[in-house]
């Protein structure tokens, strides 16, 4: 009796260990940095589907924006990436601006002025759907230290396939993520550099009929 049961528990473990490894390597299927370089598939615009957070405290950071959208441009320094983003909050306040991303291999570092408050962000990207973004966003103290980490997925029209949602779901499993989501609305902030251009055309214009415009003497 006592060598079936010892041959039962070697069994168990073998199947125990097999699991592993196939969970191992779905890990690695399914987890596969991008390269940032100006061949990435990561530029444009893009709006937030969905995101979750390692650690609990992230969650009413995370909660308190209704929808964002962000959009990135490649810069004559390869080594930079530039960021406009745009979050619509809670309570309807929109907030917008400016950022540049120093990128190297697989890792960004982005900071990010907002109201008047500096942070900074080291950023990774994931190989995922198409037409879909992937970002892996560590928040970092003002000494350097970790705050937490958000995975963060985007598409070109903040719309996702079921299938497309449970493959994240996977990803952020591997990546130690909690099975907890934030869902962003479509109900997007404005560009405030689209509604700025037509006045700036106009300045321009002005300024060139009264350069053009000469009175007879």
Known sequence: LSGAMAA???????????LSVASELDCKELVKPLLLDSHS??????VLHVGTWDKQGLQSDLSSVNSSWVELSP????GVITVY????????????GPANATVSGTTSHTTFV???????????????CSDCLLSEDTTLLPDGKSKGRYLFLFTRTGNLEPSELDTYKKQAECLKFLPE???????????????????ISNTE????????DVSPQ
Request: charged share 25%.
């Open 85 to 96: 983003w745009a979050d619509r909050l809670k309570d309807d306040k929109c907030l917008q």
């Open 41 to 46: 598939p990561i530029y444009g615009k893009w």
């Open 181 to 199: 989501y934030h869902f962003g609305s479509t109900h997007l902030c404005p560009d405030e550099r689209e509604s700025a251009s037509p006045s």
């Open 8 to 18: 039962q528990l070697v069994v168990a473990l073998l199947a125990f260990t097999s």
């Open 205 to 212: 214009s002005d300024q060139t009929e009264e350069n053009t």
């Open 75 to 78: 810069s004559s320094d390869s």
């Open 114 to 128: 907002i109201n008047g408050h500096t942070s900074y962000h080291d950023g990774k990207y994931y190989e995922t």
